[in-house]
T-cell receptor, first 114, second 110 residues
């Protein structure tokens, strides 16, 4: 099992450019999440998807869109990147099991917007 | 929303020392996880511990849900323990959104 995978690992964008961050999980989880982590801070939820075909806003959704392409894949799109979106982006997945709600994280994408 | 506070914010220890990290949360929770973020940025699951005590090698964790806190114990610290330790909580059934604390940065000196 690869767990949660993310591409790319690093990206540099100019202000106004667009890009899509990709995430996939092979654990057959229903729920997937996108977080951002700014320097010296904890993670903040951008968007999440409780199941295929559904998405919902988290704490900091402005400037982002998401697509739950299928059960495995959940992408995050920046339509017009801004320097304030310079951050490390983490994707995660979980299953609301009877005994566990444990979330598993991907390796992260380090994004710099100049 | 729920508030999650971790203490201390920074901790510098000599290799071989023991440490206790604390996580306080402001409301009842159904999920609490401890993570280690290593110096390369990778988030590693340490414990899923909504209540009770668990041990994994030199690490152990205790959550007292009724008093709204959790403790992470690290014994015989090694330099590879360096990094940031986060606790994260989940409020209730049907709500899977984790809220993270701001972390404790642990530095182990050889």
């Amino acid at each position: 099992n690869a767990g949660v995978t993310q591409t790319p690992k690093f990206q540099v964008l100019k202000t106004g450019q667009s890009m899509t961050l990709q995430c996939a999980q092979d654990m057959n989880h229903n729920s997937m999440y996108w977080y951002r982590q700014d320097p010296g801070m904890g993670l903040r939820l951008i968007y999440y998807s409780a199941s295929e075909g559904t998405t919902d806003k988290g704490e900091v959704p402005n400037g982002y869109n998401v697509s739950r392409l299928n059960k495995r894949e959940f992408s995050l799109r920046l339509e017009s990147a801004a320097p304030s979106q310079t951050s490390v982006y983490f994707c995660a997945s979980s299953e609301m099991g009877q005994w566990s709600y444990e979330q598993y994280f991907g390796p992260g994408t380090r994004l710099t917007v100049t | 929303g729920i508030q999650v506070e971790q203490s201390p914010p920074d901790l510098i220890l000599q290799e071989g020392a023991n440490s206790t990290l604390r996580c306080n949360f402001s409301d009842s929770v159904n999920n609490l996880q401890w993570f280690h973020q290593n110096p390369w940025g990778q988030l590693i699951n340490l414990f899923y511990i909504p209540s009770g005590t668990k041990q994994n090698g030199r690490l152990s964790a205790t959550t007292v849900a009724t008093e709204r806190y959790s403790l992470l114990y690290i014994s015989s610290s090694q330099t590879t323990d360096s990094g940031v330790y986060f606790c994260a909580v989940l409020r209730g059934f049907g709500n899977e959104k984790l809220t993270f604390g701001t972390g404790t940065r642990l530095t182990i000196i050889p």
